[in-house]
């Protein structure tokens, strides 16, 4: 192979080569010299066996190595999974050499069947992932624009791909359901669009925050849910035999219950199953699996309505998606297994399933022709049309119209049903896979240099500065918050400010209260609380759309305080607010309890010590808050817990900036500024612009530099009459929980209230 100018990874390619080609031959060897030990699928380690584990095995490798060149070159790996089927099949293998072909791939129902349920059942899985994927925020966000570039996205395309099917000659239809159906599969599979090869380019150009990315993914999602359902009703009229009124209206009656009763009630069981398996199972990976268990009932409730049941594992997968608890780590094992495993095997399945010789008939060749052209034609002018319509200009519909015409997965997934099925004939399917192929590959490079023509706008720029911000904030990365505390003024005010935190990001809350003697009563009365405190935090402003209800849940407990938060800790959680009698003694050093649920979790940890002011510390309206400032990330994260938890207008803030000089009364050297080059006004300057983030367009900025951070402090909050110190602190390395000499200091000499965010400097957070 020559190599390429401006490619990258060409010198990777001929060594790839040799490897695939040298592993393939490997694998056909093993199979013809394996003695059979029974007929096809007889028993573990017969010979019917071996060929499955052959036959997985070299679709993963060729599929994969194949992705990789694919990748190199700008193109999904998808499609050098599908082409690895392709290559393997009857296209390339089978013409080549076909009695090595039918060693590796027989032809045989009994052993044919194997491989086809396993590569069935990572169709589900792939749409589980699919539905995972989906942002439903994302939809409801861009609103019209969205529904414009759906609506004619689809029904223009489709509309020609029912005509194409309808005057298709008779020889290349199925002789048992005819045009209809083989017009409706036409019909879809113009009009659906693959999201994840969209998201794909649209999130590698940075473009995915942009206002027209947004419509463009969201668009692909609308289309991908409007083609499934049309899908559904397609496959319950292909059972029947053809339109049968009491059928269909049942499916479609069926499915419009399914989906009212799947995104309301059965949003919330999904969420409570996911969460009470996190938190009571013990084992490993319970959560996947009950997430399969999610998708396999789904998948069977939609098969016994009559549609398929890739509507259900659809729908599971995006419910499971929306899951306020479901971590980032869960979700990349499961995405890891189902890409590594599921996908090379069902899209180097169906690249198996296609014979591209057919394409030597001139009649096909120009059949198959025509169906890209329509396709194209269809899905960029149904695009482009709908973007008018929303409201977008020239340039705009361009891009939508180039990145909507991109099949990729989704599309093989339907051909795949629709051969299953007995719908599409054999060549009809070749026909489909063909053109699946030509316009995914076509999508990226056409896509890539429709979006870089386009400028960003005044009001976007300042959309995208908000969102930068966001994406490297504190707050806005907690997916979960634990609150922990006894019957104290701290405690309350612990719950109070877990509750508010909750509550402004819609997260679910778990309050722990230890030492209760009326456990019923205290249960309900700290429901209240609770519940009062999300409510307030409801009321903070949050952009675009308002976050769903916090999720509250309550438990009084008589036992030890560290194992039992310890234990609760380990469930998830990405901040835990202590609110404890007596935190800390007089020498600075903190209680046995909070030390020692402070070294079992490694998450940041709010301390809340309402100090001299009793009972309802956390009032939100005309409270006076001090918040020191010195570059650090550990001090901005203090800085953002204080803003998102103060009602804008309502509060005054007052940020400090303090230098790095040591306590008062200490001999101890300056440490450098962990800011670098940042000056002190930078500080404040990116201080008042987070504030800004959470609606506080007031924020008082001070400067100190000639005395010690202690006193400072200590003598501004005085000074402004603050109610609360809000400090972000680095947990320093040893035995006990230290906070550093300007913390112990501070405890030492306020009386107020004062909330302490702890955290390693060094510690991933959750979810990140």
């Known amino acids: 192979m020559t190599e390429g100018r401006g490619i990258p990874g060409t010198k990777f390619l001929p060594t790839m080569r040799h490897v695939l080609v040298g592993c393939a031959l490997s694998l056909v060897s093993v199979i013809a010299f394996a003695e059979p030990n029974g007929p096809p699928g007889s028993g573990v380690g017969g010979h019917g066996e071996v060929i499955l584990v052959a036959q997985v095995a070299l679709l993963m490798l060729v599929g994969r190595g194949l992705g990789e060149i694919m990748q190199r070159f700008g193109q999904p790996a998808i499609i050098g999974q599908l082409l690895a089927g392709l290559i393997l099949g009857p296209s390339l293998f089978g013409w080549v050499w076909p009695t090595a072909h039918d060693l590796v791939f027989p032809k045989g129902a009994e052993q044919k069947s194997l491989i086809t349920g396993l590569a069935n059942m990572g169709v589900l899985m792939l749409l589980l992932l699919t539905g995972m994927e989906t942002d439903l925020k994302l939809v409801r966000k861009v609103g019209a624009p969205a529904l414009a570039v759906t609506a004619a996205g689809v029904a223009v395309p489709f509309g020609l791909g029912f005509a194409l099917g309808e005057v298709l000659p008779d020889s290349i239809l199925p002789s048992s359901h005819g045009h209809l159906v083989a017009s409706m599969f036409l019909g879809t599979a113009l009009s659906i669009s693959s999201i994840k090869i969209v998201a794909m380019v649209v999130r590698e150009m940075n473009f995915m925050r942009r206002n ?84 396999c009932a789904m998948a069977l409730v939609t098969q016994a309505i009559g549609v398929n049941t890739v509507l259900g594992a659809f729908v599971a997968g995006v419910l499971v998606g929306e899951s306020p608890i479901l971590s980032t780590q869960i979700q990349d094992e499961l995405r890891g297994f189902i890409t590594a495993f599921m996908m090379p095997i069902f899209f180097g399945l169906s690249g198996l399933s296609a014979d591209l010789t057919i394409l030597r008939d001139p009649h096909l060749l120009m059949l198959t022709a025509g169906l890209v052209a329509i396709a194209t034609f269809g899905k960029f002018g149904g695009a482009f049309f709908g973007g008018k319509i929303g409201g977008l200009g020239n340039s705009e519909s361009l891009a939508l119209g180039c990145a909507m015409n991109a099949r990729g997965s989704t599309e093989v997934i339907v051909a795949s049903i629709g051969l299953s099925m007995g719908a599409l004939t054999q060549n009809l399917y070749s026909m489909i896979v063909t053109m699946a192929v030509i316009t995914t590959m076509a999508m990226p490079p056409m896509l890539r240099w429709a979006l870089g023509r386009l400028p960003t706008s005044r009001e976007e720029q300042k959309r995208l500065d908000t969102e930068d911000i966001d994406s490297k904030g504190f707050v806005s990365r907690i997916d979960r918050v634990l609150v922990a505390g006894d019957e104290s003024s701290n405690a309350r005010f612990a719950i109070q400010l877990g509750g508010f935190i909750a509550g402004q990001r819609g997260k679910p809350i778990t309050a722990l209260q230890f030492g209760a003697k009326q456990a019923a009563d205290r249960k309900s009365e700290l429901e209240q609380v609770v519940a009062g405190a999300a409510k307030s935090g409801h009321l903070a402003p949050h952009g675009d759309e308002p976050p769903p209800k916090a999720d509250i849940s309550v438990r009084v407990e008589s036992g030890n305080a560290a194992e039992a938060v310890t234990t609760e800790a380990a469930n998830g959680y990405e901040l835990l607010v202590l609110g404890f009698e007596g935190m800390y003694g007089e020498n600075g050093a903190f209680a046995a309890t909070v030390d020692k649920i402070a070294q079992s979790f490694r998450q940041p940890i709010a301390l809340a ?58 001999n101890l050297s300056r440490p450098r500024n962990v800011a670098g080059e940042r000056s002190r006004r930078a500080v404040l300057r990116d201080a008042v612009k987070l504030g800004a983030r959470y609606g506080h367009e007031k924020i008082a900025a001070v400067e100190h530099t000639d005395e010690a951070a202690d006193t400072a402090i200590v003598a501004e909050a005085e000074r402004i009459g603050a109610q609360l110190i809000v400090i972000g602190a680095t947990r320093r390395v040893g035995g006990a929980l230290f906070l550093g000499e300007t913390v112990a200091s501070i405890l030492q000499k306020w009386r107020g209230a004062i909330v302490i965010v702890a955290a390693d400097e060094t510690a991933p957070q959750q979810g990140n």
């Open 212 to 295: 027209l990315g947004q419509i463009i993914v969201s668009s692909a999602i609308m289309e991908d849910t409007v083609g499934w359902i049309i899908i559904s009703v397609t496959l319950g009229i292909a059972g029947a035999g053809g339109v049968a009124v009491g059928s269909m209206a049942r499916t479609i009656i069926g499915t419009a219950l399914f989906l009212a009763f799947s995104y309301t009630a059965g949003r919330w069981l999904v969420f409570q199953l996911i969460r009470w398996v996190n938190d009571t199972f013990l084992s490993e990976y319970a959560v996947i699996t009950a997430i399969l268990i999610v998708m």
């Open 609 to 666: 010590i309402a100090g001299q002011q009793k009972g309802g510390v956390l009032d939100v309206k005309d409270w006076k808050v001090l918040v020191p400032i010195n570059g650090t990330e550990a001090s901005r994260r203090g800085a953002e817990l204080a803003y998102a938890f103060s009602l804008p207008g309502h509060s005054e803030i007052t940020v400090l900036h303090v230098a790095r000089a040591p306590a008062s009364g200490r």
